[in-house]
Every structure is written in C-alpha cells, then in structure tokens.
C-alpha cells in the first residue's frame, strides 16, 4: 500500500544537538511539506517542496533546515538554532500544488529535548 | 489562506447523525473547503472537500451553503472511532505557501 513513513516515532535529543527526521513517501507525489504541533494547538508550517531540489520555507522556518534531492524523500532538520524544538512533527505530500488536492499525511515524529 | 472558524468541542451520541459546522465568511471564489480529522496521537487524515456543491464519500458528506460562508461536514451514524479533532480548511491562493494552515479544530467527543 502506498503511503508516508516517518521514523522514527519517537526521537530525543540532547540539548544542542541537531537531529534529522526522516519522511518517505511512495505515493508519486510532487510536493511535500513539514509540520509542527505543539499540545493543544493546529498544525503549523515548517517547510514545503514542489518539485526535486526545490525548496520553500514556511511560517515557522527558523532553526530547520530540509533537502530534497529525492522525489520520495524529504527530511527535516532540527538544528540547535532551534529554541524549542520539543513538538510533534508531521509530514505530508500531495499529488499537486494546486487547490483540487488533498493531502496525504504520516504517522508523525514526537521529538523531545532532554 | 483565508481563516475558518469552528467550535473548539461538539459531543454526540454513538450512532446518532453529527453535524460539524464551520464559518469562513471571507472565502473568496476560487477557494475548496477541505476537512481533515486527526485521532490523538496520529497525523491529519483527509475527510473530504468540495468547491461549491455538495459532496458526499464513504466516510461523510460535506453541505456548502449557497453564499459559500459557511458549510457543514455530516458524519451520518457516528461511531466510536469518529471521535477525533476535525479540521475545516480552506485551499487558496495566499500567501507564498502552498500548504493548508490548520486552526485548533473542533474536539468531537462521542458518547457511548
């Protein structure tokens, strides 16, 4: 069955270190995007990527980083610019950029400083 | 993306008919309603959408008012397993991003 993989689901961190979350996706899907959750709250924008070695950043870029040199691979960054990393971080992709698609969604990384 | 606004919990009984509603008086005309649900723990999971018809699929039935306003998702005989965080969303052209900006959703408690 086709899909988004995150790993792994659970990841904690040592404070100034940076970590890289994985997100695959064997869905043929051009665009993929990065989320954050923190408790309570909605999703909010990380990163998004339209097309192979393209890359945008979203409403809350600062302290990540992500490539994609992979149509099926996009992994984010977690740096030690980061303030507050510990969150819930969720992956997604679509077949296209325009308003007619929706969004395919993985299983989410709960990352946490210690 | 323009804004949505929906209550912060609904509750309902197993079974029963649930209707989620969600405002966004600021839709303009190229905008589609998106719903997606997410179950605690877990990422997004899409729901269904629709431009200006209704729209019906085998998870639920989604009611757009005439104006485009506001619309309704309808989730016909609720189960246990519909209790989640359901997100109204609408997909436009702002901003720089592609993406969809999800608000806090409405919690859907279902009682047995």
């Known amino acids: 069955d086709g899909g988004i993989t995150q790993s792994p689901k659970y990841l904690f961190r040592k404070e100034g270190q940076n970590v890289t979350l994985s997100c695959e996706q064997n869905?043929?899907?051009?665009?993929m995007y990065w989320y954050r959750q923190d408790p309570g709250q909605g999703l909010r924008l990380i990163y998004y990527s339209q097309i192979v070695n393209d890359f945008q950043k979203g409403d809350i870029a600062e302290g990540y980083s992500v490539s994609r040199e992979k149509k099926e691979s996009f992994p984010l960054t977690v740096t030690s610019a980061q303030k507050n990393p510990t969150a819930f971080y969720l992956c997604a992709s679509s077949t296209g950029a325009g308003r007619n698609y929706g969004y395919t969604f993985g299983s989410g990384t709960r990352l946490t400083v210690v | 993306d323009a804004k949505t606004t929906q209550p912060n919990s609904m509750e309902s009984n197993e079974e029963e008919p649930v209707h989620l509603p969600c405002n966004h008086s600021?839709?303009?005309?190229?905008?589609?309603i998106h719903w997606y649900r997410q179950l605690p723990s877990q990422g997004p999971e899409y729901v269904i959408h629709?431009?200006?018809s209704n729209v019906n699929n085998r998870m639920a039935s989604l009611a757009i008012a005439e104006d485009r306003k506001s619309s309704t998702l309808i989730l016909h005989r609720a189960t246990l397993r519909d209790a989640a965080v359901y997100y109204c969303?609408?997909?436009?052209?702002?901003?720089?991003?592609?993406?969809?900006?999800f608000g806090k959703g409405t919690h859907l408690i279902i009682q047995p």
């Open positions: 629709g431009l200006t």
């Open positions: 869905l043929n899907h051009d665009a």
């Open positions: 969303i609408l997909r436009g052209s702002g901003g720089g991003a592609d993406g969809l900006t």
């Open positions: 600021t839709i303009s005309g190229t905008d589609y």
